[in-house]
Structures are given as structure tokens and as C-alpha cells.
């Protein structure tokens, strides 16, 4: 399975970002995808989660209520909606995908990773 993430960029704090994760590949064997990130200096960070049916969605604490995750089944791409972006937000973001949802919030189910998009929230 391959992942490609776009949508990053610089923006001011309150704006908004929407980062997309397109997914190629063997797609059939994963059942979720999710974003992570990781700031410089600190350790990498869950942000959601969601299976492939939508039925199972988790954020991280830090991003409730102001990001939301969803995807597009029919383009195989993922979503995440940025909304009220603080500069504590700037980070690399990185999607991902595994085979069960629960596992992935802690990163253990994660079988696969894109490659970074840079997320800079200025003040």
C-alpha cells in the first residue's frame, strides 16, 4: 500500500488546512487510515483515525473538536480538516493505514506510512 499526503502549508493561527492521503496499492488489505504528527523536538503524536466504513472515528485530545477526519471510499483518499489551526499545530503530518482502527490510536496497528506534509501555524 502506498500513501501520498498533500495539503501542507503555512497559515495563520485560526485559519484552516485540509490535508488529503491518497491510497494505492493493495488497498483491499487495510480496514482504516489516520493521520500522526510530529513536531520538531518532540515525539510523534496521534492525531485520528477512522476505519474504512466510517463507523469507528477517534481524535486525539489535543485536535477535538476542531479538526475532522472522513474519507472517500470511491477515491480511496483521506481527509483531515483543519479548523481553528494553533501554532502548537505545526508539525509534519503523516497518514497512515493498518487493519483495525482501535490499534492505530496507538500507533502499534499501523502497518503502512505516507510521507510527510509540513503544517506551519504562524502567530
Known amino acids: 500500500v502506498q500513501l501520498q499526503a498533500f495539503g501542507g502549508g503555512l497559515v495563520q493561527a485560526g485559519g484552516s488546512l485540509r490535508l488529503s492521503c491518497a491510497a494505492s496499492?493493495?488497498?483491499?488489505?487495510?480496514?482504516?487510515m489516520g493521520w500522526f504528527r510530529q513536531a520538531p523536538g518532540k515525539e510523534r503524536e496521534f492525531v485520528a483515525v477512522?476505519?474504512?466504513?466510517?463507523?469507528?472515528?477517534y481524535y486525539g485530545d489535543s485536535v477535538k473538536g476542531r479538526f475532522t477526519i472522513s474519507r472517500d471510499n470511491a477515491k480511496n483518499t483521506m481527509y483531515l480538516q483543519m479548523n481553528s489551526l494553533k501554532p502548537e499545530d505545526t508539525a509534519v503530518y503523516h497518514c497512515?493505514?493498518?487493519?483495525?482502527?482501535?490499534?492505530?490510536?496507538?500507533?502499534?496497528?499501523?502497518?503502512?506510512w505516507g510521507q510527510g506534509t509540513l503544517v506551519t501555524v504562524s502567530s
Open positions: 477512522i476505519s474504512w466504513a466510517g463507523t469507528f472515528i
Open positions: 496499492g493493495s488497498i483491499f488489505s487495510i480496514n482504516a
Open positions: 497512515a493505514a493498518g487493519t483495525s482502527a482501535r490499534t492505530m490510536v496507538t500507533g502499534t496497528g499501523v502497518q503502512y
